[in-house]
């Protein structure tokens, strides 16, 4: 089992930077992937970044560029950096972590790009 515990959302100016955070506790060895994804209202839920047990990246096209995804193997966390944000990023975001088969999930934080 692995419990994951976001936290960093809230509400931005356009231009403006974010990070969020995603604590992971439980049997949490050998997790393949972890990253984020996000839902926008009436939208389907997409994938936004991806790191790797080996290290790789991946992002969403709309957000190479302005998102870093990065993590501290000593308090288990990844973070996702949020750069020159843009009001289409507003969305509820969540935290994955992808271990043994099964995908597991953070409770969402909410984004909100807005002036």
């Known amino acids: 089992q692995v419990q994951l515990v976001e936290s960093g959302g809230g509400l931005v100016q356009p231009g403006g930077s974010l990070r969020l955070s995603c604590a992971a506790s439980g049997t949490i060895f050998s997790i393949s992937a972890m990253g984020w994804y996000r839902q926008a209202p009436g939208k389907q839920r997409e994938l936004v970044a991806t790191l790797t047990s080996l290290g790789s990246t991946d992002y969403v096209d709309s957000v190479k560029g302005r998102f870093s995804i990065s993590r501290v193997n000593a308090n288990n966390t990844v973070y996702l950096h949020m750069n020159s944000l843009k009001l289409e990023d507003t969305a509820v975001y969540y935290c994955?972590?992808?271990?043994?088969?099964?995908?597991?999930w953070g409770q969402g934080t909410q984004v909100t790009v807005s002036s």
């Open positions: 994955y972590a992808y271990y043994r088969s099964t995908t597991y």
